[in-house]
């Protein structure tokens, strides 16, 4: 790729700064249409609920209900990772709810949940997830479940099963981030270095500009760029507009022009090529949406992270006073740009009297629930099938 190809894409990064709320081609009706687009690929019967968490906030959830039931199962609760939602897991709900009740929420500030007001403070922000998701449990009267969270989500639900273990039954943990501690200043580059282009750009924009790790996406805003598909170096720029019949273009004629989702894919396409390739155009459609909503867990995860990669509050200085009784499960990748080779030697080391399993599944990287879905699917029916025995 050319050089010029690769400034163009900080252009649209720039000229977005400070101008958000004009500049967003995004809405949480966009994002509806999204959902209920992913939401046609499973079949299981489905129940969507707004669950009030007070101060006229509400957790979007999804509960998929098994065909029937012969016998009691836990049921299921999937937490998403960063800058996600409740419908990556949409490869895993159909096996999952074959048997039992699966429940996936959108977290606080991300998806169609209601937008909060973090702190800048990492213990504040961490505890403010951990509060809602307990007022979220309160009122969906859950008790005795399988907790599943994928990276950041392993995190929050392994901060939430240290403040409230009660209510839990098993954790786990998939490819999860935050359990290690940082490298220090002088190695960070090195470190970082290793990382893919996507997640290497994120930290980057954080050093520099301080910028929330993913408004690059929504900096683009609605500008289109055509690029000529023989050369990379040949493109033009075209503004696109709100009238009150739609979305219009300036200053390039519309065949010049790309629609603005096709742009974002673009964007996303050329910082996280790896994804279109794990969830397909529908769900990438949706990822694009979920980030194009005002950003609000992302600023909770901002103050919590450290060059992206790492928490503050490393897990691995806490896990020992997780309740005893709570088994852990570590689903990973072998492939994942997240190093979690010592993770499961830091849990049993500090819980020697408690239940750990950890697998590794072949050719699978960070989205290991998505890229070998079908393994993983037969190992999380076995892992539930253990817990409920």
């Not at 649209?12 to 992913?38: C, H, R, T």
């Not at 169609?112 to 449990?137: G, H």
Request: aromatic share 12%; with cysteine.
């Amino acid at each position: 790729m050319s050089r010029l190809a690769s400034l163009s894409c900080l252009l649209p990064l720039l000229l977005g700064i400070g101008l958000y709320p004009f500049w967003n081609v995004s809405s949480s009706k966009d994002l509806e249409i999204a959902e209920a687009e992913v939401l046609k690929v499973i079949t299981s019967s489905t129940e969507k609920k707004l669950v009030p968490v007070g101060d006229a906030k509400y957790i979007s959830t999804l509960i998929f209900k098994p065909p029937r039931q012969p016998h009691p199962t836990h049921p299921v609760v999937m937490v998403h990772g960063f800058g996600g939602a409740s419908l990556f897991f949409f490869k895993n709900i159909d096996a999952l709810s074959k048997d039992r009740v699966v429940i996936t929420l959108d977290l606080p500030g991300f998806g169609l949940s209601s937008r909060f007001n973090f702190t800048s403070n990492a213990d504040e922000a961490e505890r403010q997830f951990v509060d809602i998701m307990e007022t979220w449990r309160v009122q969906m009267e859950l008790d005795r479940f399988i907790l599943v969270g994928h990276s950041f989500g392993a995190y929050l639900i392994t901060c939430y099963a240290l403040k409230y273990p009660s209510h839990i039954h098993h954790l786990v943990l998939l490819d999860p981030w935050g359990f290690a501690e940082g490298p220090s200043p002088e190695t960070a580059d090195e470190v970082v270095g290793t990382f893919p282009p996507g997640i290497r750009f994120s930290v980057a924009a954080n050093k520099v500009f301080s910028f929330y790790p993913l408004s690059h996406i929504r900096a683009s805003g609605p500008i289109a760029i055509y690029v000529n598909e023989d050369s990379w170096s040949s493109w033009t720029i075209c503004v696109w507009t709100q009238t009150d019949s739609g979305l219009d273009h300036r200053f390039w004629p519309r065949p010049l022009c790309l629609d603005p989702d096709r742009f974002w894919f673009f964007v996303l396409r050329l910082t996280r090529p790896d994804l279109i390739r794990i969830f397909g155009e529908t769900t990438f459609n949706y990822l694009y949406h979920c980030i194009a909503q005002i950003p609000s867990g992302e600023i909770g995860y901002y103050h919590i992270q450290y060059l992206f990669a790492w928490s503050k509050r490393p897990l691995v200085k806490r896990i020992g006073l997780l309740h005893d009784p709570i088994g852990i499960t570590m689903i990973t990748g072998a492939t994942s740009w997240l190093n979690n080779s010592l993770t499961g030697q830091w849990i049993q080391q500090q819980r020697p009297e408690s239940h750990f399993a950890a697998h590794e599944i072949v050719d699978a990287g960070h989205h290991v629930y998505a890229e070998r879905s079908e393994e993983f699917n037969t190992l999380m029916t076995s892992v539930c099938a253990g817990v409920d025995a």
